[in-house]
């Protein structure tokens, strides 16, 4: 299926990871109206569904998810990568896609985040970036 392939590809952008510290953690409920809200149905092909299955598997629902993976680091209920989309201050030639704090994707407003794993998930379709 088309949609889970890109979620494949999707998760290998913002890296995996298994949750970090304590943050705000979104019931499912909450979270799909979030995703349905933000537009996310049918988003670059994708489900919420498929949006759904990558945000349980990355951050476990948690704000302040956060992964360690040597040269990067994922943050956020996104689990988005220093390396390529946001600035940790720590990560040896990161691009910072998204031109955002990495810290900024750990607190619990997701509205930022969201906006910049809608980026990726553009990029990663080829489409324009905003």
């Known amino acids: 299926r088309k949609s889970m392939l890109f979620l494949g590809f999707l998760l290998a952008f913002l890296g995996l990871a298994l949750p970090g510290t ?4 979104i019931s499912r409920c909450e979270m ?3 995703l349905r809200r933000n537009g996310f149905e049918g988003f670059v092909g994708a489900t919420v569904a498929d949006w759904m299955c990558l945000v349980q598997h990355e951050s476990s629902y948690n704000t302040r998810a956060y992964n360690n993976n040597g040269p990067s680091r994922d943050y ?3 689990q988005i990568n220093s ?3 946001c600035n940790d201050g720590r990560t ?7 031109r955002i704090s990495c810290s900024k994707l ?3 407003n997701i509205e930022d985040d969201i906006q910049c ?4 998930a553009r990029e ?6 905003w």
Not at 22 to 25: T, V
Not at 124 to 129: D, E, K, N, Y
């Open 22 to 25: 304590q943050g705000k953690i």
């Open 32 to 34: 799909v109206k979030i």
């Open 83 to 85: 390396k390529y989309w």
């Open 106 to 108: 750990q607190d619990d």
């Open 124 to 129: 990663a379709r080829g489409l324009s970036p």
């Open 76 to 78: 956020g209920i996104f």
């Open 117 to 120: 794993a809608k980026k990726i």
């Open 92 to 98: 040896a030639g990161a691009t910072n896609g998204c």
